[in-house]
């Protein structure tokens, strides 16, 4: 019985046109649900991106809906979903999106201080996030000094930082080993999520599936598959 934290409804996407044109997303619907722990599934080129793109407000889709806690955003002016995106949803990218300029805490802090958090309480309370992700000893290194599992646990520490009510990851534990990915979900699953949160991960990464609440497969930009565990936390 859905509360929904994210629905769906019949999302087209498609790039280029005429000979050019690829449909990346071909009807998709779904639900996500409050207290829930998402994984999609799905090859290399399936669509998956492109379909959390349009259900966090970074892309809007060609045809369909989504509703984001009951409101349809893509009918909402841009400012608000700027607004929506800050203060209701966290995402992760696959290239992480650091900025190169700026410390790891200090990318770290950026959704503190968008919320108006003092800087030094900002980077007090992101030291505790990048401790989260252990890297708290790289916390004045600029992004580029560290590995690409790193960064991405840089990313992922960024996301849990701004605390929101939507948290969606795009393949994070692909460059991460093994230990430390399946560290970074149970602590998803046991931290962070909780009746009032909805987590989406993106992952190819079958030593993880144990967590997911639901498992969802794309292929071919279509939904093939949705399985919710009921026996899970009953
Ligand atoms: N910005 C874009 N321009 C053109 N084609 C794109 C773009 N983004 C994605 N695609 C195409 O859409 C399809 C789905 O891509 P994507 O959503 O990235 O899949 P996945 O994340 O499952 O690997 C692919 O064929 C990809 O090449
Ligand atoms: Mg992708």
Redesign the pocket.
């Known amino acids: 019985m859905g509360n929904a934290a994210i629905k769906a409804n019949g999302l087209i996407k498609w790039?280029?046109q005429g000979e050019t044109k690829?449909t990346?997303v071909k009807n998709a619907s779904f639900e996500a649900d409050f207290g829930e722990l998402l994984y999609i599934v799905?090859p290399?080129?399936?669509?998956?991106?492109?379909l959390l793109s349009m259900i966090s407000g970074i892309l809007k889709p060609n045809e369909g809906s989504v509703l984001v806690e009951g409101k349809d955003i893509w009918q909402m002016k841009s400012d608000d979903i700027a607004d929506l995106r800050l203060h209701k949803i966290g995402f992760v990218f696959q290239d992480y999106h650091l900025f190169p300029r700026l410390t790891t805490v200090e990318n770290v802090a950026i959704p503190l201080i968008l919320k108006k958090m003092q800087w030094n309480e900002a980077i007090r309370v992101a030291l505790e996030y990048l401790d989260i992700v252990g890297l708290k000893d790289r916390a004045q290194l600029p992004p580029v000094k560290l590995s690409g599992g790193e960064q991405q646990r840089v990313a992922i520490a960024r996301a849990i930082a701004g605390q929101p009510d939507i948290l969606i990851f795009d393949e994070p534990t692909a460059s991460l080993d093994g230990d430390t990915g399946k560290k970074i979900v149970e602590f998803i699953k046991t931290k962070i999520l909780n009746p009032d949160r909805c987590v989406i991960i993106v992952t190819h990464d079958n030593r993880i599936y144990e967590y997911a609440d639901a498992i969802m497969k794309?292929e071919d930009g279509k939904i093939t598959d949705f399985e919710r565990n009921t026996q899970q936390d009953a």
Do not use: L, N, V, Y
């Open positions: 790039f280029g690829t990346a799905g290399s080129g399936s669509g998956k991106t492109t794309m």
